[in-house]
């Protein structure tokens, strides 16, 4: 057992209980500033972030998270629209969370585009919040995990992670949703790519979608994914991932969509895996921020700032062996928490 008697810095400061009553009491403007708060890299921010997680934590995990994949094009964001919708006309609150990495780089993020979908994103029970727009891939999952309980304490009780299809940013998704779905094209192609990045292998769900087009195009497809899949090991023993042809844009085939996943989470909630798989995530989680804090107070110790850039130069320029070089700027932070 850890030493409960050690003071933790991590406490809800009591201008932020304000903050923490507006989100269990649903308020748009509330939800939105404690995403923004745990959004922001200024360290006192982070800690009021964390002080918030912990309040809000009682209230949250009661939700079916979904990551929702696929390439630009495949239909993600018709899909969600009409998913979104749909799942509000049966009582359920809907938030639309993105991670797009690209968007540190472009500086803003297509995914989670509020104008892609236009009918859900004025719907008073739908939240769309785009990606991060600064920060490492580990860096934006991170955020998003807070925002995703964020949502859930504000009384969401779909929460749905899009991502776009580049292979590290699914598993990543994969990491911390319950179930993964794929959004496919029907032409062999995209199947092709998908099982060449493995990323079918985290897939529990693979949506066919514009299967109006071509329907006998889309059912073979369909057929094959199914055929490809069986072939496969997939991660659960309680569940056999399934393939659904689908329309989004006539909204054909949500409901049979939506049935899979109860199914699915009737599966995984009653073998106790969606349990088991939520505890291995919060702790994948708190290495995640470890990682990330203790590469922070490198990066900020004064003496590593100092010499950084000359030691990165010696080593480069082989004056210096890279463990050499690591051990002595790793030994400055050492001798600071000494
Ligand atoms: P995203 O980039 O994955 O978000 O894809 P979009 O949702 O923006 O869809 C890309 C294009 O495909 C848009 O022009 C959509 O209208 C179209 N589209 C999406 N779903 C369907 C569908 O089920 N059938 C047809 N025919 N077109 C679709």
Known sequence: MYDESTPSRVTLEASDQALVDGILKRHPRALAKAITLVESTRPDHRRRAAGLLDAILPHTGRSIRLGISGSPGAGKSTFIEALGLNLIGRGHRVAVLAIDPSSSISGGSILGDKTRMEHLSVNPDAYIRPSPSRGSLGGVADKTREAMLICEAAGFDVILVETVGVGQSETTVAGMVDAFVLIQLPNAGDDLQAIKKGIVEVADVIVVNKADIDPDAAELARAQLAGALSLLRHASPNWNPVVVALSAARNQGIDEFWGEIERLREAFSSSGELEAKRRRQSVDWMWSLID????SRFRENPRVRRDLDSVS??????????????????????????
């Not at 990330?292 to 590469?295: D, E, F, P």
């Not at 480069?316 to 002595?328: K, N, P, V």
Request: hydrophobic share 45%; charged share 25%.
């Open 313 to 338: 130069r010696s080593v480069s320029e082989g004056a210096m062996t890279a463990a050499a070089a690591a051990y002595r700027l790793l030994d400055y932070v050492e001798a600071a928490d000494g």
């Open 292 to 295: 990330s804090g203790l590469r």
